[in-house]
Nanobody, 110 residues
Framework: VQLQASGGGLVQPGGSLRLSCVASGSCFITNVVAWYRQAPGKQREWVARLTTGGSATYRDSVKGRFTLSRDNAENTVYLQMNSLKSEDTAVYYC?????WGQGTQVTVSS
């Protein structure tokens, strides 16, 4: 299984980005999928998780701003990030079982 993450970039505070993660197989359909992030000098932290039944949970700092969704037909998960803050700056990684995407950089700065 290979995971390919994309969609990162530079955005001003208050802006939005949508991250995508495409799986080479059906990992997202049969397993929990999650996004993590790692800011410079910090440990990787969990951001959001989506069960096979479609139930999503989020870390407190992103609740109400981030939305995780899945397109089973496209083997793709999306992380919609709104009202971005400077503290959201990090490399974002998608995860399914033992598989990780390569990371996509999100920078929130004016």
């Amino acid at each position: 299984v290979q995971l390919q993450a994309s969609g990162g970039g530079l955005v001003q505070p208050g802006g939005s980005l949508r991250l995508s993660c495409v799986a080479s197989g059906s990992c997202f359909i049969t397993n929990v999928v999650a996004w993590y992030r790692q800011a410079p000098g910090k440990q990787r932290e969990w951001v959001a998780r989506l069960t096979t039944g479609g139930s999503a949970t989020y870390r407190d700092s992103v609740k109400g701003r981030f939305t995780l969704s899945r397109d089973n037909a496209e083997n793709t998960v999306y992380l919609q990030m709104n009202s971005l803050k400077s503290e959201d700056t990090a490399v974002y990684y998608c995860n399914c079982l033992i598989y990780w995407g390569q990371g996509t950089q999100v920078t929130v700065s004016s």
